[in-house]
């Protein structure tokens, strides 16, 4: 199992960021797929979690309406649209290959993450 994310960086609050995970060895398109992220000093904190096919999405409730998870099976890559990003936000994001009730626990099969600062 390889998951690489991307797509992070700075952003001033407000703005937006899409995270993108590029999944390798596993059959992408027959796993739930979660994104979780860990601020600093804090324990991690599941974000967002889509079904196989991509019908099925559930969020925290601390993103909910402000981000969105898709992905695509074609490419084996996954998703995380961030908008009206806060600086609350700010932490490392990973890709995990997990669904939402095994995200935080399964953490052999997290990426290696991606920063996302939002700041001012």
């Known amino acids: 199992v390889q998951l690489v994310e991307s797509g992070g960086g700075m952003v001033q609050p407000g703005g937006s960021l899409r995270l993108s995970c590029a999944a390798s060895?596993?059959?992408?398109?027959?796993?739930?797929m979660s994104w979780v992220r860990q601020a600093p000093g804090k324990g991690p904190e599941w974000v967002s979690s889509?079904?196989?096919?991509?019908?099925?999405?559930t969020y925290a409730d601390s993103v909910k309406g402000r981000f969105t998870i898709a992905r695509d099976n074609a490419k084996n890559t996954l998703f995380l649209q961030m908008n009206s990003l806060k600086p609350e936000d700010t932490a490392l994001y990973y890709c995990?290959?997990?669904?939402?009730?095994?995200?935080?626990?399964?953490?052999?099969?997290w990426g290696q993450g991606t920063q996302v600062t939002v700041s001012s």
């Open positions: 995990a290959r997990a669904p939402a009730a095994l995200a935080l626990i399964w953490k052999k099969y």
């Open positions: 889509i079904g196989p096919s991509g019908g099925s999405t």
């Open positions: 060895g596993f059959t992408f398109s027959g796993y739930d």
